[in-house]
């Protein structure tokens, strides 16, 4: 279905409808409205019948200003256009009853109650079993076995246990045994925490963090499984020791795949500074934190480590907190940064300007790939100047990927995809920040 053309002016959405229907484009139901009351009784008649008749899903109605300029001059907050906001509609409900609660070790060693009941219809999909979030909110519902229970879909996709219909009259019991590596949990507080700093769940979570956050596409959740299973690695460092034969002894694992793997890993080197740091699994840090430290002179990795935490915390917008989970997570994190220097990898420690406040980009971030009419560097400057934040890979929270070839396919483009970062052209890019 279209709802959109680009690269042709319309004066009102009205408009742009009528053009798609004309070139024989399958178009989205739509209505103009020329009050809020119109606006509210459409959004009621959908939520109560419309929706039903429907043959494909939908979670609620757009409503957007019909005027196209007048929409685009009210701007952005956060990449969402202000002329435009969503009208979801409320959750629906089903009845059932709890069959089993299981408490399940996250990667970064969180213990969450796993509600288990009876199969249910939910919006087309047969829904099993939701998260209860933490042991407070198990606590304040009072689930246990046989509860019958009222679920939802928040937002229409997250299954949640909403409300208890009828009580048992008991609370499930509280482990005290971490399920994954048996030592003891502590209660943080409203969660749960595995207090075994090498619980196998949350080995596996840091390498998968750092994976994520330097952007290796070949190593995925079941080949670190395999890899801190065997041994081979406990720490991101070990990843740099790896040898294609030793992956090739792996299951399912060939000669060319292993050889994949290596080159994946190797092909991140150098990192940048707020990379490194940042994928070290430092609780409430990230490279947009170190990217704070950076832009007020602590751009080397030895600055950073003489930090005392009252330093961290006078930096803006780090805060007691942060700054006292960063000098920690410096201090435990020692020996595996020197490890992975000494493994061969390479550091880019980069001077980082402040972003401008009130700058055309501010709010926005770029990363950029491939050949360009004009050094990269020069481009990464250009967005700095306009308050743009630069990224070295694509990640979670990059605004932009800039690239010559807009349809190219390499592992940049994938992941932009995957990530839903829009892909702009260099001509574009510079369009936007001049």
Not at 44 to 68: C, F, H, M, P
Request: hydrophobic letters at 40%; one cysteine or more.
């Amino acid at each position: 279905m279209f709802y959109q053309v680009l690269g042709k002016d319309f004066k009102t959405e009205s408009e742009q409808f009528n053009f798609l229907s004309k070139i024989g484009c399958i178009l989205p139901n739509y209505k103009l409205c020329k009050s809020f009351e119109q606006v509210r009784k459409l959004w009621q008649e959908y939520q109560d019948t419309k929706r039903d008749a429907l043959n494909w899903e939908i979670d609620g109605l757009v409503i957007s200003i019909g005027d196209i300029v007048l929409q685009k001059s009210l701007g952005e907050t956060n990449l969402r256009v202000k002329g435009k906001i969503a009208w979801k509609f409320a959750n629906q409900f089903a009845k059932t009853t709890i069959t089993d609660i299981e408490f399940v070790c996250g990667n970064s060693g969180r213990i969450t109650p796993l509600v288990w009941f009876e199969p249910i219809n939910l919006l087309g999909s047969i829904v099993k079993k939701a998260s209860a979030y933490n042991v407070k909110y198990l606590k304040e519902l009072g689930l246990d076995i046989g509860t019958e229970v009222l679920i939802c879909k928040a937002n229409e996709i997250i299954p949640r246990v909403e409300k208890v219909v009828k009580s048992t009259g008991t609370i499930i019991e509280i482990p005290n045994m971490c399920p994954v590596c048996g030592e003891l949990i502590l209660e943080v507080g409203e969660y749960l925490q595995c207090s075994n700093y090498d619980c196998i769940a949350q080995v596996n979570g840091r390498i998968a963090n750092w994976v994520k956050e330097l952007n290796i596409l070949e190593l995925g959740d079941a080949l670190i499984e395999k890899l801190v299973e065997s041994g081979l690695v406990e720490t991101p460092a070990d990843l740099y020791t790896l040898k294609e034969e030793d992956l090739a002894n792996l299951e399912r694992m060939g000669e060319k795949s292993a050889a994949n793997v290596i080159k994946a890993i190797w092909k991140c080197n150098p990192i940048t500074l707020d990379i490194l740091l940042g994928a070290l699994s430092i609780p409430m840090i990230g490279g947009s934190t170190i990217r704070l430290l950076m832009a007020e002179g602590y751009n080397t990795l030895a600055k950073i480590k003489a930090m005392t935490v009252i330093q961290m915390e006078d930096v803006k917008g780090i805060g007691p907190s942060r700054a006292q989970s960063l000098f920690d997570g410096l201090k435990h994190n020692e020996e595996i940064m020197s490890k992975l220097i000494e493994n061969g990898l390479k550091i880019e420690e980069n001077e980082v300007k402040a972003p401008k406040a009130n700058g055309k980009l501010s709010g926005k971030s770029f990363c950029f790939t491939g050949k360009a009419s004009r050094p990269r560097k020069e481009l990464a400057a250009l967005a700095e100047d306009a308050g743009g934040d630069v990224h070295s890979a694509v990640r979670k929270g990059t605004s932009y990927l800039v690239m010559i070839d807009t349809d190219s396919v390499s592992s940049k483009a994938q992941s932009a995809k995957k990530l839903g970062t829009e892909i702009l052209s260099e001509e574009d890019f510079v369009k936007m920040a001049e």
